[in-house]
T-cell receptor, first 114, second 115 residues
Framework: DQQVKQNSPSLSVQEGRISILNCDYT??????FLWYKKYPAEGPTFLIS?????DKNEDGRFTVFLNKSAKHLSLHIVPSQPGDSAVYFCAAKGSGGSNYKLTFGKGTLLTVNP | DAGVTQSPTHLIKTRGQQVTLRCSPKSGHDTVSWYQQALGQGPQFIFQYYEEEERQRGNFPDRFSGHQFPNYSSELNVNALLLGDSALYLC??????????????FGQGTRLTVV
């Protein structure tokens, strides 16, 4: 049972345009959400996070939106740059006894074309 | 400031053998988690170590075991290797503070191939 789902395996956008990566979750106990970026032959790099008490968090070109009622979050990258081309993982962390682990989606490969 | 370092970066083992992977956490971090990432999948949580004890375990068999040392570094051991154990093994470190963990920083991973 996959509790964090990234239904788009890949996404291609033009440089300068907006990239929108989506993520859905099923576990209502998740209260903290993170996005990681991964280049080939490297480990995942933390990008941005959001607590369930917020619906938006912004950091430079990156904004994460959380819709708790829909159990959906999205990552917006504006403007997209060729260096943003990577695999993006959505991850979730639960409260209480399940607070220790991150549950990841399968990732979305973003390609930003010059 | 050194980030999370893992060794070795690549490893080839034969089915049935045993393997040990090593991880040094980011300076100042006291918690180490291990993840397995199979091809085309997201990282899957194996277990987490804090204060030299396994604090939580994912859905992995007992063939997977670990250890955390007083300096917070950690080892992942896998016994009786199966072909299906071939994957990228990621170590993540974080700091446990105020009842929560800070964001996890990942190492570059160890690519294990079982033949």
């Amino acid at each position: 049972d996959q509790q964090v789902k990234q239904n788009s395996p890949s996404l291609s956008v033009q440089e300068g345009r907006i990239s929108i990566l989506n993520c859905d979750y099923t576990n209502s106990m998740f209260d903290y959400f993170l996005w990681y970026k991964k280049y080939p032959a490297e480990g995942p790099t933390f990008l941005i996070s959001i607590s369930s008490i917020k619906d938006k968090n912004e950091d430079g070109r990156f904004t994460v939106f959380l819709n708790k009622s829909a159990k959906h979050l999205s990552l917006h990258i504006v403007p997209s740059q060729p260096g943003d081309s990577a695999v993006y993982f959505c991850a979730a962390k639960g409260s209480g006894g399940s607070n220790y682990k991150l549950t990841f989606g399968k990732g979305t490969l973003l390609t930003v074309n010059p | 400031d050194a980030g999370v370092t893992q060794s070795p970066t690549h490893l080839i083992k034969t089915r049935g053998q045993q393997v040990t992977l090593r991880c040094s956490p980011k300076s100042g971090h006291d918690t180490v988690s291990w993840y397995q990432q199979a091809l085309g999948q997201g990282p899957q949580f194996i277990f987490q170590y804090y204060e030299e004890e396994e604090r939580q375990r994912g859905n992995f068999p007992d063939r997977f075991s670990g250890h955390q040392f007083p300096n917070y570094s950690s080892e992942l051991n896998v016994n009786a290797l199966l072909l299906g154990d071939s994957a990228l093994y990621l170590c993540a470190s974080s700091l446990w503070t105020g009842g929560r963990m800070t964001e996890a920083f990942f190492g570059q991973g160890t690519r294990l191939t079982v033949v």
